[in-house]
């Protein structure tokens, strides 16, 4: 079988068409089941979520804005100033293809019909030009691909290319869809996201839904090298609450550095951040700690990573981000910012998964594979607490010590991937923060003319993923990090009006802030007052930002009425 292209973008406008989670996840289902070639089920599966090339590889496609517009000039005769006008009016690169396809100025005599497969390929090969001259292939690449494309082909080539498809199919509803498809029932879908959560790629996980069915997907481990899904903890209401759900907990610290996945493969060593983000390479100190200190051959273990001064106690955050971020002079920042890994999880050992063992279990193993070394690597600092007065002091401990707060574990709790799920809890400050997307900014003014200064933040709406517009932040910032914001985010505009700036959604940030407040002139219908920048949450995707809901409970719990 050979899928069109055309026949495939199909999926993709009826997808559009609906708002409902349940009619997406069956418009998915019915076409992945007609499918008989592995590889193409395999590319469908990709191209339907958006992507190239799975999460977990880290490469993008590296097209920005101007490239496109350049690449669509190209192939139609519309001038670029024509394309940036009709963007401006339509705010979407993928319908301004279609328009100007539709209205060529120049005529392709011969258009090749383009192949579902052909597509894909020539995306990652645009992915994965780099160097000198790569731009000139990628816009070669782009512009064959819109030479030979119909109009509604063009708008998913030029969004798919973006990373901007805009049909809205999150991971919950291509977990629902391949479990409709091959195992004929929604009911069976946390077989799906089990395999999911461990292989972190669908491509993957639909063949073997297809092929070996519910067995097959119960039966898959973790590839080392490849990050999992990490299970996620609550924010408590009070530690009364937990102790009165759990009669069996620990109590740890809750380090102020960035969680860590490292995964050990005899003498290779891997170093995933939440996000599943490799940085390996800016923690040699940490691989080198691992080789020495990690008795087993092959493992999984998590912790936190963060930056200690002489008395070891946590440096900034900040000066942990410099170390995150940083990609040459790594020896000098070892000395500069050195740091601590302190354990407190494991769940794969010398061929063994260990999620479905209970926390103590898993506690006992990682106690037996781990030597403890002074400001190199620990396991978290912890208590089995007998009463609440321990667990308070306990806290207070933690932030004498200048950390976050402290977790309060069930113990008999196995490890539930990739899910705010109950069995962990968060003791943090009073006062929520909240971490939020930046969709826009604008420029700054006088001496701050070269920095983008002002911040339009969003939460997620959990039922259709749309991040919605809840404030606009200026404080809180030094010069520094207006200046590190503004590197990042001057790359991902994909709009301007005067001062104003449209950028792609990838920062997350945690904000505090004075109160929340009822407002008409944000879409979600809440504004942050005093908003103010507590750091970038490097560790988070802006698909764990939070969410609307979250930002409307933390509006009652101000004790306000609508």
Known sequence: ??????????????????????????????????????????????????????????????????????????????????????????????????????????????????????????????????????????????????????????????????????????????????????????????????????????????VIAKNEGKNGLL?????????????????????????????????????????????????????????????TNQFPDIVECCKKNIKANQCIVEGEIWAIDEDNKPLPFQKLSQRIHRKYEIEKMIKEIPVQLNLFDIVFVDGKTLFNLPLKERRNILFEIVREEERKIKIAESIIPKTIDEIKNFYKKAKELKQEGIMIKNLDAPYIFGRHVGGWYKIKETMESLDLVIIGATWGEGARARWLTSYLLACRDENTGKLLSCGMMSTGLTEEEYQMLTDILSKDIIKQSGRDVIVKPRIVIEVGYQEIQKSPNYESGYALRFPRFIRIRDDKSIEECDTLSRVDALFKSQGRKG
């Open 219 to 279: 039966n898959v481990k973790p590839v080392l090298g490849r990050p999992i899904q990490v299970m996620l903890g609550l924010a408590a209401e009070s530690i009364e609450d937990v102790v009165n759900e759990y009669p069996n907990i620990i109590c740890e610290f809750k380090y102020d550095g960035f969680r860590a996945q490292i995964h050990k493969d005899f003498d290779k060593i891997w170093i995933f951040s939440r996000r599943q983000e490799d940085v």
């Open 1 to 206: 079988m050979n899928l069109k292209y055309i026949d495939f973008v199909k999926i993709y406008s009826s997808l559009e068409k609906t708002t409902s989670k349940l009619e997406k996840a069956s418009i998915i289902s019915k076409f992945l089941e007609k499918i008989q070639d592995d590889e193409e089920l395999k590319i469908c599966t990709s191209l339907i979520e958006g992507r190239v090339f799975p999460k977990y590889k880290q490469i993008e496609l590296g097209v920005a804005t101007q490239l496109m517009i350049k690449a669509i000039s190209k192939s139609t005769g519309f001038s670029t100033k024509e394309i940036e006008d009709l963007f401006r009016e339509l705010g979407d690169l993928g319908s301004v293809a279609e328009h100007c396809i539709k209205n060529m100025k120049q005529k392709v005599f011969i258009k090749k019909s383009l192949s579902v497969k052909e597509v894909y390929y020539t995306m990652q090969k645009i992915g994965l030009s780099s160097g000198e001259g790569s731009q000139e292939k990628k816009l070669l690449s782009i512009s064959y691909l819109l030479n030979n494309s119909q109009p509604e082909e063009a708008k998913y080539i030029v969004r798919t290319i973006l990373e901007e498809l805009r049909v809205g199919v999150a991971e919950g509803i291509l977990i629902d869809a391949i479990s409709e498809a091959f195992l004929k029932s929604r009911e069976e879908r946390n077989v799906v996201e089990f395999a999911w959560n461990i292989l972190t790629d669908f491509s993957e996980v639909v």
